[in-house]
Structures are given as structure tokens and as C-alpha cells.
């Protein structure tokens, strides 16, 4: 078993930044991909970032270039950086842990909210 504790979300302003954190403890194996899926509402969860155990990345077309994923495997956690906000990255955003077996674990989810 994978638990997930997420922090960081919240409101702010379009063209803001914010850092969400997400630290997994439990049976942690490497390698491994840990990463950010969001859900709007209305609207079904997609992929934000993803970063393997090795650090390679993976980025969602909408974020390249304002996102950052990084994580720091000491600590077994993952921070997503998101600077220019916008109103259409409002979202609950999920921390996801994949195993080397392919099994998924989420986190419960933290509200980030860009007002224009």
C-alpha cells in the first residue's frame, strides 16, 4: 500500500503561481512514476505531469512551458510548480503514484482556483 498527502492548493490570480507538494509514503519501490492528474468540473481527470523515478518527465501539451515537475526521491515526494495561471487550470488537482506493476494510487485531491 501507497499513501498520498498532498498540500498546496488554492485561490489566486491569473498569472500567479502556486506549489503543490505530494509526499508518498508506505511500500515505496523503485522504479516508479509519481505525477499530477487534474479534473475540472464537468469534465473527466487528465494528465498534468508525470516524473519517473529516473526523473524523465512528461508534460500535458496545455502546461509545457508553465508547469515544472520534480520530485526529490529521498523525500519520496513530488512538487508541481505552476506559474502563469490561468482561469482554465482551475481544477481538483490528483497526486498519482504508479507502481513497477503498473497499480495506481491517488491522493484525495487539492482545489487549485485561478479567478480572472
Known amino acids: 500500500q501507497v499513501q498520498l498527502d498532498e498540500s498546496g492548493g488554492g485561490l489566486v490570480q491569473a498569472g500567479g503561481s502556486l506549489r503543490l507538494s505530494c509526499a508518498a509514503s508506505?511500500?515505496?519501490?523503485?522504479?516508479?512514476?509519481m505525477g499530477w492528474y487534474r479534473q475540472a468540473p464537468g469534465k473527466q481527470r487528465e494528465l498534468v505531469a508525470t516524473i519517473t523515478s529516473g526523473l524523465r518527465t512528461n508534460y500535458a501539451d496545455s502546461v509545457k512551458g508553465r508547469f515544472t515537475v520534480s520530485r526529490d526521491n529521498a523525500k519520496n515526494t513530488v512538487y508541481l510548480q505552476m506559474n502563469s495561471l490561468k482561469p482554465e487550470d482551475t481544477a481538483v488537482y490528483y497526486c498519482n503514484f504508479r507502481s513497477s506493476y503498473g497499480f495506481d494510487y491517488w491522493g484525495k485531491g487539492t482545489l487549485v482556483t485561478v479567478s480572472s
Open positions: 508506505g511500500s515505496i519501490l523503485s522504479p516508479n512514476t
